[in-house]
Structure formats: C-alpha cells, structure tokens
C-alpha cells in the first residue's frame, strides 16, 4: 500500500496566483480530510468529505479556499488567489475505520 | 467549541527516563483518542489510540491512559532513546458518531537528551 500520496511537495508561488493541491488517498478509505499546520495556529482541520460528499467546511478560512473529491481515489484544495498568509503546510490524510493517515504534506510559500 | 488542552508544551528528559503527555477535552461526546508523533518536517504518524470503552492501552514501551469521568488522557514513554525526540499531539473525536473529525491539542515538543 502506497499510503496516502500528495502532490506537490513543495509549492513556491506569487501572491495573486492559483494554487491546486491534490491528493490519493488509500484506497479503500471512505472518509478524507484537509489539515493546514502552522506554528502559529497549529493543525486544523480545514474540511472533510464522506463517500466523496463534503461534510463539514467550516475549517475553510475564506471563500478563497474551495474543495473537491470527484471520486473515492481524488481530491483537491484550490486556493485562488492566494496570499502570502496562506503560506503552510497541507496535510491530506484518509480514514478507514477509526484511524486517520496521513500524506507527506504540501509546503506552500506565497510571496 | 469543542476543545483540546494539551501539556506540556516542552518537555526535556534523560535518556531512559519516563514522559508523560497530559490533554483534557471538551466534548463528553468525544469517544476515540489518537496520539500523533511528527518528527521535524515529516508527516504526523499515528502512535497508538485508545477508545473510550477501555482505560489503559499499552504497546511496548508506549502507554496511553483514559479517564473519561475526568475528560482527560495521557501518554507515556517509558526508558526514552534520542528517537523519540519528536512533536507529540494528541487528538480527540467530536460527537458520538464515527464521523472521523478530530480536535487536535497543540503539540507537546519532547527532547530527549543522550
């Protein structure tokens, strides 16, 4: 099992622009969650989908983060337009029963 | 809100010796308790967990303990090597059902010295 797989690694872009995450989660996990880490903030959860249907976004700072998992093997986090504040880590991880995994993270800096 | 308090925020100890990580929660609700290790710039990794039908959970020299009367759990580290050196956070579900959301405690960072 590859666990579960985030792309890109790192991301370096200019304020203003688009920014898309991605995400496979293992398979056979029915539950996926989006987690951004500071130091400041620490790790929150950002939103979460059930069988591919967004459950709860409240995590989601501004209407400039939007999500979406069009099958149970995919996911994205799109930032747009992105600002040097979101600057961060993004974690993905999956769930089966009770247990959460989770990616390698994406390591955003905004200038 | 539904909260998790975690202590310490630092901790240092001798090689060998024990830790212990303390988080209170919120939510009486909560019924799943995770504990996360993440070594600098890795993911965090699940360590153990502990569900609210048992008190105590062991595996090798890692214990977590559970009072849910108190709303309060615990890791343990026993005879600590340098490897263990790492962030530790625990973790706590919100609402009794399986809906996998977790409220996540600050982070506790542990050094342990050789």
């Known amino acids: 099992d590859a666990g579960v797989i985030q792309s890109p690694r790192h991301e370096v872009t200019e304020m203003g622009q688009e920014v898309t995450l991605r995400c496979k989660p293992i398979?056979?996990?029915?539950?996926l969650f989006w987690y951004r880490q500071t130091m400041m903030r620490g790790l929150e959860l950002l939103i979460y989908?059930?069988?591919?249907?967004?459950?709860?976004d409240s995590g989601m700072p501004e209407d400039r983060f939007s999500a979406k998992m069009p099958n149970a093997s995919f996911s994205t986090l799109k930032i747009q337009p992105s600002e040097p504040r979101d600057s961060a880590v993004y974690f993905c991880?999956?769930?089966?029963?009770?247990?959460?995994?989770f990616g390698p993270g994406t390591r955003l800096t905004v200038t | 809100g539904e909260n998790v308090e975690q202590h310490p925020s630092t901790l240092s100890v001798q090689e060998g010796d024990s830790a212990v990580i303390k988080c209170t929660y919120s939510?009486?609700?909560?019924?799943?308790f995770p504990w996360y290790k993440q070594e600098l710039g890795k993911r965090p990794q699940l360590i153990i967990d502990?569900?609210?039908?048992?008190g105590e959970k062991k595996d090798q020299r890692i214990a977590v303990t559970l009072n849910k009367t108190a709303k309060h759990f615990s890791l343990h580290i026993t005879e600590t090597q340098p490897e263990d050196s790492a962030v530790y956070f625990c973790?706590?579900?919100?609402?009794?059902?399986?809906?996998?959301?977790?409220?996540f405690g600050q982070g506790t960072t542990l050094q342990v010295k050789p």
């Open positions: 991880a999956s769930m089966g029963l009770y247990e959460q995994y």
């Open positions: 398979s056979g996990h029915n539950s």
């Open positions: 989908f059930n069988n591919n249907v967004p459950i709860d």
């Open positions: 939510d009486s609700a909560s019924n799943y």
């Open positions: 502990i569900r609210s039908n048992v």
């Open positions: 973790a706590a579900s919100t609402g009794s059902s399986n809906t996998g959301k977790l409220i």
